[in-house]
């Protein structure tokens, strides 16, 4: 297995931000990382959706991924979120992010303009990003929050080509095997599932691993998914599938990263409070989750 692909097999947690009085919590922070070290996951991804990254400052960013590097223990992939909206700015912050230390850059599709945002643009948007970037780039593909913006497989064809991009985090409602069938043949590109929901189905399909959501307050559990498959024990992989793509809608799927936070807040980790536009979630919605923490056996 070649280094890249090594780096990215297997799960890897899109981890929030704490904030405490809606300040960033970077000690809460550090303490999550360090009780992520000892799970099985394979990484983190910071500054992603569930990171907020939107909500933070460029200094905020920083301090934040080097207080993972701080932490963090040398065998997890570090990847971190550096989209901006115009090439240069992304550029600019890529070179920043790369500076301090991390592994892989991971970068959203451009969408404030997204009726401009065809192939043509998205190709030669990631290509001079790439060529810029001083560390691998992965495509950040999630319509969803970028205003409807898709990468098409032609984009994806043509990008898997280039040395520079080594491959994509799909959290759209796209057929995760269409992804992969576009990468050409030899090319050092691999494709991540975006969501538990399609995790298992990415995997048969040929895509390397996931950024899950979940990771953050079921670490091992969604690392357990990756290993009975690569372990030839589908069945036990689709039980264990089934399980927590049925929790799923009722935590990540019915609040996002707010519901995320509110799991982690209840099983030991740091999630605390989500960062204004975002409200916490009511006492009545934290006591469902609650309720079906207990009921599925996680929580006493």
């Not at 009780?35 to 905020?60: I, P, Q």
């Amino acid at each position: 297995m070649n280094n890249i692909k090594e780096k990215l097999n297997g799960t890897i947690s899109p981890i929030v931000t704490p904030f405490v009085n809606q300040k960033v919590g970077y000690g809460e922070l550090g303490k999550n990382i360090k009780k992520l070290n000892v799970s099985h996951l394979k990484g983190y991804m910071l500054l992603g959706s569930n990171g907020e990254f939107k909500s933070l400052t460029d200094a905020e960013s920083l301090k934040a991924i080097e207080e993972v590097l701080k932490n963090k223990s040398d065998d997890k992939t570090f990847i971190v979120g550096t989209g901006r909206e115009s090439a240069y700015a992304t550029i600019e912050f890529t070179k920043k992010a790369a500076s301090v230390g991390v592994d892989f850059v991971s970068v959203l599709t451009p969408n404030y303009f997204p009726g401009r945002m065809n192939d043509e643009s998205l190709i030669k948007f990631y290509t001079t990003v790439a060529d810029a970037s001083p560390v691998p780039l992965l495509i950040y593909c999630i319509p969803k929050s970028a205003n409807g913006v898709m990468v098409s497989t032609k984009a994806v064809s043509v990008l898997a080509q280039h040395p520079n991009i080594v491959g994509m985090k799909d959290s759209s409602k796209e057929d995760i095997g269409k992804y992969v069938g576009a990468v050409p043949e030899g090319a050092d590109f691999y494709v991540l599932s975006g969501s538990i929901m399609k995790f298992l189905d990415g995997l048969k399909k040929g895509a390397v691993g996931g950024v899950l959501s979940m990771a953050n307050y079921l670490p091992d559990l969604c690392s357990k998914i990756q290993e009975l498959f690569n372990e030839g024990k589908r069945e036990e992989a689709e039980k264990l599938n089934d399980r927590l793509c049925k929790l799923n809608p009722k935590i990540s799927g019915y609040g996002g990263v707010v519901a995320v936070k509110t799991a982690m807040n209840l099983l030991g980790y740091y999630g605390m409070e989500p960062r204004l536009p975002l409200l916490p979630l009511k006492e009545n919605e934290v006591d469902e989750i609650k309720k079906y923490l207990i009921e599925e056996g996680l929580l006493k």
